[in-house]
């Protein structure tokens, strides 16, 4: 099969709904995942409900992709666990919850992904960072998403270093707040002021960015950030 094929972590709401939807728009057969994802089996897209924590889940999302299309071309690792409060108020169920998607989530279904990408002399994987790891905030503490979706981005530079020689590129997008219909809309009001643009991000912007990076074939250990400036300074 000629087509190309991601696969979408974090895939039933908001920013990975919207990257399944752009990325069939654009083309690819989509393989989407989450715990509470509905059954989808069409053409070009086939979602696969699992735990991303698991390494059952990890094989599974893979072995689909393999047999359903044939190849696997892209894995945006989108699911992830943010939960900002003081970090003396982070419970054992917090780190839990965090470390366990965040970090045991991504190594598994990398490490399931990137081996047929071996086999095939390519490969691109894309990691949904964040802003707050190069901007931490005294007004938004989140010491554990930076703990692990900092781990992430190094991750991300050390993959594509090893990888390179073997034809697989590996980035990360970090965005700043986006706009999703998963939260009420009134949640946002005054939030893109923490922006130096002025707005909140937009699914759009993500998918932007990620089509960008896909076409962007000289691109690799990449940090990219989508955050309106945050990154930048204020």
């Known amino acids: 099969m000629s087509v190309k094929v991601a696969i979408v ?5 908001g920013i990975g709904a919207g990257l399944v ?6 083309g690819y057969a989509v393989v989407g995942t989450s ?11 086939v979602s696969v409900e699992g735990d991303i924590t698991a390494p059952e889940t990890a094989r599974t999302v893979v072995d689909r992709a393999l047999d359903r299309f044939g190849r696997i071309d892209t894995l ?15 419970t054992l169920d917090d780190f839990a919850a965090i470390t366990s998607v965040n970090l045991a989530g991504f190594f598994h279904i990398t490490q ?11 490969g691109h994987i894309v990691t949904i960072t964040t802003s707050i790891v190069d901007r931490p905030s005294s007004t938004r503490p989140s010491a554990l998403v930076a703990l692990t979706k900092g781990g992430l981005a190094a991750a991300t530079r050390s993959l594509a270093i090893e990888y390179a020689s073997r034809g697989i590129r590996v980035n990360a997008v970090a965005p700043g707040i986006i706009r999703t219909p998963a939260h009420d809309a009134a949640s ?3 939030l893109g002021a923490l922006h130096p643009l002025g707005r909140v991000g937009e ?8 089509l960008y990076l896909e076409r962007a074939t000289f691109v ?15």
Do not use: C, W
């Open 9 to 13: 972590t974090g895939a039933s709401q």
């Open 21 to 26: 939807a752009g990325f069939r728009d654009a």
């Open 112 to 122: 399931a992904a990137i081996r047929p990408m071996v086999a095939r002399g390519s």
């Open 203 to 210: 699914i759009e912007d993500v998918l932007d960015t990620i």
């Open 188 to 190: 946002y009001e005054g």
């Open 76 to 90: 945006i690792n989108n699911a992830g666990v943010f939960i900002g409060k003081p970090f003396a108020e982070y």
């Open 35 to 45: 715990r509470s994802i509905a059954p989808v089996d069409e053409d070009d897209y």
């Open 220 to 234: 690799t250990g990449e940090i990219l950030h989508v955050d309106g400036g945050q990154a930048a300074g204020n």
